[in-house]
């Protein structure tokens, strides 16, 4: 039996005490399997694999279903066959991955600017800050959960609790699919039955070690004095597991360094040639820039147009502004500017992106010089508070509505350049 195969698992009644519980860990589930899935909604409830299918490949991922076979990632895919014969095998798609990572990532960032990435399918997030605006930890990954859901499709698990091994160690308890809050007085009766390799850094050799000497569960090796785990694991291991057994962790989320540039891009499902769409679609991804700029502090001062056209031409054209900015409106204005300068507004256009470079801290002690500035701000704030508590396209503006274009996708994501 997987133990990643969600049967051990645990969530949180509606009522617990969240107000310790300010670390979260989302961690998305089956992830490459649940995005393979979403172009193939027949085979949901079934038991799928990710993997190029060769005699020599490994297991990229499993679904739930697989998983109770005892399929696991990493694992030679011929092994996995054996054990689920009937499992159908999918090819990975790497880029598809990606840009669903953006997406959640996106969500993320929105909802409290303290994020740390951990891989492409997990973040710890920070939100004792966010109570303000949007409310308790429950609240805010309640929230976080429905999004992901409504805005790309897949589920996650969330795990709160007052440090992040445990926020972590919670967000596994609950898969499939569950929150599971954990207040920091009840951290201790929580971890202290669970199976020693349940501790973060316990790995396959060290849980042979630890259980030759009769340490099975968590609270085993909590009660074992710190020189005898010491002489067991090593100095340094010793410490941290009897740390982290007692629920130290003195870690805290560590957000990512300020992007060398964010941009939003899409693709059109054909290729457009009025002016006024590809404009409408600018002014959207305008607005979803700026969203990232305030919600990360930052601002730029560098405005960059991606143009992609039917013969798959591409070009890149920017324009660097007096003083920098995080405003939407702003980035549109000259983004547009930039479209007209082009020359190709009835070219049939496939792509179109922007994106905004020179990013620095936001403030900065300068005061605009664009006299409509605050009018803009005021209103992009009550945006900006709007889409946080209710969701992206709760409120948007009035040239975006009844805006029907197709497309490939809703975005590709916020761009990291370097």
């Not at 600017?113 to 710890?124: H, T």
């Not at 054909?270 to 990232?292: C, F, Y």
């Not at 305030?294 to 660097?320: N, P, Q, Y």
Request: charged share 25%; proline share 4%.
């Amino acid at each position: 039996m997987s133990k990643q195969d969600g049967s051990g698992r645990q969530t949180s009644a509606v009522d617990v005490d969240d107000s310790t519980a300010t670390v979260l860990h989302v961690d998305m589930d089956a992830f490459f399997a649940s995005v393979e899935l979403l172009d193939r909604p027949d085979l949901r409830g079934k038991p799928v694999i990710v993997a190029h299918d060769g005699p020599r490949s490994v297991v990229t991922a499993a679904t739930y279903e697989a998983r109770k076979f005892g399929v696991n990632s990493a694992m030679p895919l011929a092994i996995a066959k054996r054990r689920c014969p009937q499992a159908i095998v999918l090819e990975p798609h790497f880029d598809r991955y990606s840009h669903y990572s953006a997406m959640v990532m996106a969500i993320c960032d929105e909802l409290t600017p303290s994020v740390e990435r951990l891989g492409i399918d997990e973040a710890f997030l920070d939100v004792a800050g966010s109570r303000k605006h949007i409310g308790s930890p429950i609240t805010v990954a309640t929230l976080l959960r429905r999004r992901v859901l409504e805005e790309t499709g897949l589920i996650c698990s969330v795990g709160a609790a007052a440090t992040k091994f445990v926020a972590k160690l919670a967000s596994s308890r609950s898969k499939p699919n569950g929150l599971l809050v954990i207040p920091r007085d009840e951290t201790i009766a929580f971890l202290h039955p669970l199976p020693i390799g349940a501790l973060w850094g316990v790995g396959g050799k060290t849980e042979e070690s630890l259980t030759r000497h009769g340490l099975r569960t968590i609270g085993d090796l909590a009660q074992s004095p710190v020189d005898v785990l010491k002489r067991m694991v090593g100095e340094a291991a010793g410490s941290k597991l009897h740390d982290l057994s007692w629920g130290i962790d003195p870690r805290e989320v560590q957000p990512r360094a300020v992007e060398k540039s964010i941009g939003h891009e899409v693709t059109f499902e054909t290729d457009v040639t009025d002016p006024a769409i590809v404009r409408r679609e600018l002014l959207r991804l305008s607005g979803m820039v700026a969203v990232r700029l305030r919600s990360g502090g930052a601002e730029g001062r560098t405005v960059v147009l991606k143009l992609r056209f039917g013969d798959f031409t591409t070009i890149t054209r920017s324009r660097t502004l007096s003083e920098p900015t995080d405003l939407g409106r702003r980035i549109y204005d000259e983004v547009s500017e930039i479209y007209s300068a082009v020359g190709k507004e009835h070219a049939r256009v496939r792509l179109v992106g922007v994106r905004i470079e020179q990013l620095s801290e936001a403030g900065g002690g300068q005061v605009s010089l664009w006299d409509d500035d605050d009018g803009w701000r005021e209103a992009e704030d009550v945006m900006d508070a709007v889409s946080a508590r209710f969701g992206r396209g709760s409120v948007t503006q009035a040239s975006l509505l009844g805006n029907n274009r197709g497309r490939e996708s809703e975005a590709r994501g916020f761009a990291r350049d370097g």
